[in-house]
Every structure is written in structure tokens, then in C-alpha cells.
């Protein structure tokens, strides 16, 4: 299997059209055609991190600063950014669109990552965050478009979860 760069190409393609212009990434071979191009696009003020929570706060200060951000994580990382994304953007009611490459499936090689990837959905659910599916190319469009107009209407993070059916190829 290898990574999806028309899928990579069609997620950057929504985030363009729907305005985000500050992208906090943490690094994951399965977004890394999506990375590429936001981290080649003057457009974008694109921040990489190490740490998930980390990229949390940057995309909160970018908010508050007028940016419109989105954050770009694997399933693993959301573990690591619950607390923040609780006391910081839902207590502030600050919007945040997360694309979440949902590792851990039956087609993942690395076994470390089933348990957050199983866990991932209740997780969200467990702290008032909603979310989208994104299978496949076709839908990209839409569900980034919808994920985005939910976290501006709701004034809270919305995710929207990439299926491995999207971001690999056979």
C-alpha cells in the first residue's frame, strides 16, 4: 500500500475553498501528500509540532489572532490533545476543523496504533466533539465543507475522520 496523493490533493483542494490559512501539523505517513502541499503553499502559515496538544494551542492563538486553522493529526494524537482541545476550545468556544487519519484499523501494520484507533470515535463523543467520516475521494469536498461550517456554527472543534479506504492505495 502507498499513501494517496489524490487524496492528499483533494483534502488541500477543501481546505483552500474553505478558507483555512494556518495548519498545524504533526507528522504521519498517511496525510504526507496533504503536509507537502499546505507546507509548499505561501498561502498557509504552516506550523509543524511535536506534540499534539502543542499544536491545540497554536491553532487557538491563530484563531484568536484572525487566522482561520486546522490542525492535522493521526488517530494516536487525539489521546494526547484531549485536554486541551476541553479546557481551551470548548471552554472558549473556539472553532477548530481536525483532520484525523484513522489508524488502527485491520489494514494497519502497526499494532500500537489499534487501541486509539478503535477508542477514537467515543473519545470525541466523550467530550462533545463531532465529527465526519471521509471514505473516499468523492466526498472530500463536501465533508471537509460541512466539518468546517459545523465548527464555526457550533464554535467548537469539529473532526473529520480519514478512513484508510481514502488516504492509501492498494
Not at 83 to 109: Q, V
Not at 133 to 147: F, H, R, Y
Request: proline fraction near 4%; include cysteine; charge should be negative.
Amino acid at each position: 500500500m502507498q499513501v494517496s496523493a489524490e487524496a492528499g490533493k483533494a483534502l488541500y483542494e477543501a481546505l483552500i475553498k474553505n478558507g483555512v490559512n494556518f495548519v498545524v501539523t504533526f507528522p504521519c505517513n498517511w496525510t504526507s501528500c496533504l503536509i507537502e502541499l499546505v507546507a509548499d503553499d505561501q498561502s498557509i502559515t504552516h506550523v509543524p509540532v511535536t506534540r499534539e496538544e502543542e499544536g491545540i494551542g497554536v491553532a487557538a492563538g491563530a484563531f484568536l489572532g484572525g487566522r482561520k486553522p486546522a490542525v492535522i493529526m493521526q488517530s494516536s494524537g487525539v489521546g494526547n490533545s484531549l485536554n486541551a482541545l476541553a479546557s481551551l476550545n470548548l471552554t472558549y468556544k473556539i472553532p477548530l476543523l481536525i483532520l484525523i487519519s484513522h489508524r488502527g484499523d485491520e489494514r494497519e501494520k502497526i499494532i500500537a496504533q489499534r487501541g486509539m484507533g478503535q477508542a477514537l470515535k467515543k473519545l470525541l463523543e466523550g467530550i462533545g466533539i463531532g465529527y465526519f467520516d471521509l471514505v473516499d475521494i468523492e466526498g472530500t469536498d463536501k465533508v471537509i465543507t460541512n466539518a468546517v461550517n459545523a465548527s464555526y456554527a457550533e464554535n467548537k472543534p469539529v473532526a473529520a475522520i480519514l478512513s484508510p479506504f481514502l488516504l492509501l492505495e492498494e
